[in-house]
């Protein structure tokens, strides 16, 4: 942890660096601490908008420019809006560092924001929605999302609707830009063959038109859960059950991610040994953990064919009620031993250890060793997963289901088989 090292500028844009000395590329990204979460119904969808439409020219490069320079020197420029966070990050080899900053820093502070392109970002991103919508084991998670927290920031759907898309108006990418990237809301984080002093001294100059002021605005999590199914006429049931779990800063998370990979998140674990390779009624199974900054949901997804889902929903509510009563310390070691192996793995590569730094400095305001982060997994015992899966059973399910779902029995009747 000693190897990475943080220097705040003066209009509070915090620079961090955690160098890999045997590796020739680097990645460099700015991480934004806001996201769809920070919008209003009536902009729902801003955040990506504007992810979007930074790619599309700048006072000093066209799109095409954009898309050039990074391409003449071999790297990759991307982008992601998630609910929480906003990321802008490319990969190049490490001599071209100044270019990569540079327009990374170009497309953040002086994007012009043409209207022409934003028209047609508009009928980029409906297209986006409309194969989401075509793609149900991908829309069902939104579905989902807005069904455990109803009416509110947190359930709405990063891309937006189709209506709220359209009528976004030019004014209300240029005031989000304004209010929310500002330094002390901004990370610029790089991992791979990066030298501290040298980035400081390039984001000192290249960032200095950022506002030195980010206002927050976020609008507390307050879940509910309940009940949502669509018939559609598909091949299989898409079907989510879920409950509220814990947030990024709760102590319990790392028990919770331990029940999760115990009770779905792998070959050995017991859905799939118990829905797919015991009964075959799943190709697809598996559990997760969706954590934000003050909440958190644990569900369980499966695909499975119209009339297996009427024994499927009974298997999984029985899995879940026996896992809060009975765990092995064998599953709990090997379930300990999956997260561990892939903290580490991703310590290999430039673009996770870059994304990690900027988004543990946004969430918990320091980067986390690898020590303390295992460490935290490894004091996770058998009775800390079971208080995590009873913690789970005593808040209201999310039931979310797509496609012909004739045999999916009620809300009331799977609410039932929950202990």
């Excluded at 947030?247 to 331990?258: E, L």
């Excluded at 369980?300 to 310390?329: F, H, N, R, W």
Aim: hydrophobic share 40%; with cysteine.
């Amino acid at each position: 942890m000693s190897e990475i090292r943080i220097t705040t500028l003066d209009n509070g844009l915090r620079v961090a660096t955690d160098p890999m000395p045997s590796v020739e590329t680097v990645t460099l990204g700015a991480w934004v601490g806001v996201g769809a979460r920070n919008e209003t119904a009536e902009l729902n969808g801003l955040t990506h908008m504007v992810e979007h439409m930074l790619f599309k020219g700048t006072a000093r490069r066209s799109a095409y420019a954009i898309s050039e320079q990074i391409d003449n020197v071999g790297g990759q420029l991307n982008a992601y809006t998630t609910r929480e966070h906003t990321a802008y990050y490319a990969r190049a080899l490490s001599d071209d560092l100044p270019l990569v900053i540079d327009i990374i820093a170009d497309m953040l502070q002086d994007s012009v924001l043409d209207e022409q392109e934003l028209s047609r970002e508009r009928g980029v991103i409906i297209q986006e929605i409309g194969q989401a919508l075509d793609t149900p084991d991908d829309i069902v998670f939104d579905h989902f999302q807005a069904t455990a927290y109803p009416s509110q920031a947190l359930g709405r759907p990063v891309l937006g609707s189709v209506e709220t898309v359209q009528a976004l108006p030019r004014g209300a990418l240029i005031d989000y830009l304004g209010r929310y990237y500002g330094g002390p809301g901004m990370v610029l984080a790089a991992a791979g063959k990066v030298e501290h002093e040298r980035l400081v001294a390039l984001a000192s100059t290249l960032f200095r038109g950022l506002p030195t002021a980010s206002e927050v605005r976020l609008e507390p999590a307050a879940y509910t859960g309940g009940d949502y199914r669509e018939d559609r006429d598909l091949e299989q049931v898409h079907f989510l059950l879920g409950f509220n779990s814990v947030g990024s800063h709760d102590p319990a998370f790392y028990a919770h991610a331990i029940l999760s990979t115990l009770l779905g998140g792998g070959m050995s674990s017991r859905l799939f040994q118990e829905i797919r390779e015991r009964r075959g009624l799943a190709y697809s199974v598996h559990s997760f953990t969706e954590r934000y900054l003050d909440d958190g949901l644990f569900g369980v997804y499966a695909g499975t064919g119209p009339e297996d889902v009427a024994e499927l929903v009974p298997v999984l509510c029985d899995e879940l009620a026996k896992v809060a009563v009975d765990v092995s310390d064998d599953e709990v070691q090997r379930a300990r031993a999956q997260l561990r192996a892939g903290i580490l793995m991703a310590r290999e590569s430039t673009a996770s250890r870059c994304e990690q730094l900027g988004q543990q400095l946004l969430i918990f305001g320091r980067p986390l060793s690898v020590a303390e982060v295992v460490e935290k997994v490894d004091a996770v015992d058998r009775t800390a997963v079971l208080a995590a899966a009873r913690s789970l059973l005593q808040t209201s399910p999310t039931v979310t289901a797509l496609g012909p779902i004739r045999h999916l029995e009620p809300y009331e009747r799977i609410l039932e088989r929950l202990p």
